[in-house]
């Protein structure tokens, strides 16, 4: 389980949002042992695709390095809500 979140990886054709909360499932069932805040973060980034790191990055108005990990997942939250309906076809890889 460990090693799914490590490795994680926005699928061709998923949708930001159901990237999101893939993440967040795989982090719930890590209740006890999940990786620090700050590799959640650069996990979750590094696994979207490159569309998506780019419109995290024009939201954030530079990178998400230069964000603290909760400013980073309340945007990620705020996005995804927002695309919860963006068609999957924009995303693929």
């Known amino acids: ?3 799914n979140i490590i490795t994680f990886m926005q699928m061709n054709g998923e949708s ?5 909360e893939r993440f ?8 006890y042992h999940r990786p620090p805040i700050w590799i ?3 996990t979750f980034y590094n696994g979207a695709h490159h569309i998506i790191q780019a419109s995290l ?6 990178t998400l390095q ?4 909760e400013e980073t997942f309340d945007l990620l939250e705020e996005m995804a809500s927002n695309s919860y309906q963006w068609p999957t076809e924009r995303y693929q890889a």
């Open 1 to 3: 389980m460990h090693n």
């Open 57 to 62: 990055n024009v939201a954030i108005g530079g």
């Open 66 to 69: 230069n964000k603290s990990p």
């Open 24 to 31: 967040k499932e795989l982090l719930r069932r890590r209740k």
């Open 40 to 42: 959640q973060k650069h």
């Open 16 to 20: 930001f949002y159901k990237a999101r």
